[in-house]
């Protein structure tokens, strides 16, 4: 049985202990052509990503044709555009899934996707999908979460735009459906989604309140957010990623090229290596400066029964001597024997104690 804040994917254990899972997030970015999905795939994989995901849903099963004003959108990047339109543009042609994950796997990345209703969770389990996100636009769809739970696959919610209640909710609706394997992710959604709204602390105290393990969905437009995020115990980070940002899809402005993912899974990486664990001992790295810290030597001859004075001895570089706090100790004690100027003070030589 796993622990409680860890869950695997395709065999990586993701969670505590483990370096940070970075999710390379296709969405609308193939821009209507499979040869895009394919290089996004391609660049994912060569930039150091754990797995690509996609979005499975057509506009018919995510909304209506309908042009009123409750359908449109109104601001920010598709302004103007009714939600219909948006997302037939948008979607990732069913009949693209298949040799899609063909391709993933045969280039050895994961593969999985967010399914928007229950047709789509269908097709997923034909292609054997090996996970489940739920967008945070679906948190709240509770009987479609518990549709996702029956598969027994793990499952991966983004929080964007729920209170506690309803991230709680979602997580008993998972945990009905009978997902064993389920993590959270931290996310704003908005698109781009400025860093001071993120709020980071919260990762500490949904990690606390949820005893799941917990992620970013980062919408932010560099990785400085991403990277602090593992800091507080990300163990997820998902990014939009696209082979131009200046291409005119509906994702790219605020999607990572490919140079910025590497450096996202690189710094990400080194920022958990860099977390490791309590220690208060000399490091390997710094064995060869010992030289460069203070301590005490004779800075003055001194013969053999000569009393110590301060003028004998100096707290200097290098470090091969006693150190410095010992000094008030060493006078008024007699030398052992004729000690010359450039000597370290050595520890039995003289009466230290503690």
């Not at 598969?151 to 009978?178: D, H, L, V, W, Y």
Request: charged residues 20%.
């Amino acid at each position: 049985m796993l622990e409680p804040q860890q869950i695997t994917i395709n065999g990586r254990l993701i969670g505590e202990g483990t370096a940070p899972y970075i999710i390379a997030e296709m969405s609308a970015n193939h821009n209507g052509r499979i040869e895009n999905a394919y290089k996004i795939i391609d660049m994912a994989k060569r930039a150091g990503a754990d797995a690509v995901k996609i979005q499975t849903y057509r506009a018919d099963t995510i909304t209506m044709d309908m042009n009123t004003a409750e359908f449109r959108i109104e601001g920010g990047l598709w302004h103007g555009q009714s939600l219909y339109e948006l997302y037939d543009k948008a979607h990732l042609p069913w009949e693209w899934h298949k040799p899609l994950f063909e391709y993933a796997r045969a280039q050895g990345i994961t593969m999985f996707s967010s399914p928007f209703d229950t047709t789509a969770v269908d097709l997923l389990e034909d292609l054997n999908a090996p996970a489940y996100k739920i967008a945070s636009f679906e948190a709240v769809d509770l009987p479609l979460i518990r549709y996702v739970a029956q598969t027994q696959k793990p499952m991966i919610i983004s929080t964007g735009m729920a209170n506690a209640e309803e991230i709680a909710e979602a997580i008993e609706a998972a945990r009905e459906g009978g997902c064993t394997q389920l993590a959270i992710l931290h996310c704003v959604s908005g698109y781009p989604a400025p860093a001071e709204e993120y709020n980071l602390r919260t990762l500490v105290d949904m990690k606390t309140h949820f005893n799941l393990p917990i992620g970013l969905s980062d919408h932010t437009l560099d990785n400085t957010t991403a990277i602090t995020s593992v800091a507080l115990g990300a163990c997820i980070i998902e990014k939009h990623v696209t082979l131009d940002r200046s291409g005119g899809g509906p994702d790219d402005s605020f999607s990572l090229e490919e140079p910025d993912l590497n450096a996202l899974c690189v710094g990400a990486k080194t920022a958990w290596q860099a977390l490791g664990s309590v220690d208060y001992g000399r490091k390997s790295s710094e064995e060869g400066n010992v030289k460069f810290r203070r301590s005490l030597y004779f800075v003055k001859d001194i013969a053999a029964g000569e009393v110590v004075t301060s003028e004998h001895i100096k707290s200097i570089r290098p470090g091969y001597g006693v150190a410095p706090k010992y000094q008030n100790k060493l006078v008024g004690q007699m030398a052992p024997f004729d000690i010359q100027r450039g000597t370290a003070v050595k520890s039995d030589w003289f009466t230290l104690g503690e």
